[in-house]
């Protein structure tokens, strides 16, 4: 069993920063893939970053240059650090593991950047 507790989320105004926190626990094994998805009110929930075992990354393309995943592989616990904020990065960020090919979600947190 894996559990994924986020934090970090909240109200910010546009050009702020915000940097969300995801520490995983549990049957946790190497290699696996973390990462940060969002669902904005009406829209399909999307992948904004995700980082490998091995530290490679990928990004949604509206969000580089803003926005920066990290990851502590000694405990488990990966960061996106969220700069520039837009309104239209409002949205709950989920967290998520995927590990010996099954997929765990956080609870998800929400970012909302006022204008």
């Known amino acids: 069993q894996v559990q994924l507790v986020e934090s970090g989320g909240g109200l910010v105004q546009a050009g702020g920063s915000l940097r969300l926190s995801c520490a995983a626990s549990?049957?946790?094994?190497?290699?696996?893939?973390m990462g940060w998805y969002r669902q904005a009110p009406g829209k399909q929930r999307e992948l904004v970053a995700i980082?490998?075992?091995?530290?490679?990354?990928n990004y949604l393309d509206s969000v580089k240059g803003r926005f920066t995943i990290s990851r502590d592989n000694a405990n488990n616990t990966v960061y996106l650090q969220m700069n520039s904020l837009k309104p239209e990065d409002t949205a709950v960020y989920y967290c998520?593991?995927?590990?010996?090919?099954?997929?765990?979600w956080g609870q998800g947190t929400q970012v909302t950047v006022s204008s």
């Open positions: 549990g049957s946790i094994f190497s290699p696996n893939v």
């Open positions: 980082v490998t075992s091995g530290g490679t990354t």
């Open positions: 998520n593991l995927k590990n010996i090919g099954r997929a765990y």
